[in-house]
């Protein structure tokens, strides 16, 4: 039984994340941070040489990475607590 809620879990958690990615990408005020980000971005890189610019461009590209993997830990968890939830209350009828 176990196995078939895992399974059941990941199929609603894949559907729930593109869902999600579509979300954003359809918000207001994502595009707008989106873009004022673009926008210091390209200030910064500016005034950096090449070897900075590169530098600068990993850095990013792994905290970027990082934050990914926190939010998706994140929508996860909470995605399990509320499936949990939900089997708790189940049971209690």
Not at 9 to 34: G, M, P, R, W
């Amino acid at each position: 039984m176990k196995d078939t809620e895992d399974e059941l879990f990941e199929q609603v958690i894949s559907y729930l994340t593109i869902h999600a990615e579509k979300t954003y990408y359809e918000n207001e005020d994502y595009k707008e941070c989106i873009e004022k980000e673009e926008e210091q971005y390209e200030k910064l890189r500016r005034n950096l040489s090449v070897g900075k610019k590169k530098q600068l461009d990993e850095y990013l590209d792994l905290t970027g990475r990082t934050a990914a993997v926190i939010s998706r830990l994140a929508y996860q968890q909470g995605m399990k607590d509320l499936f949990s939830f939900y089997r708790a209350l189940s049971c209690t009828k």
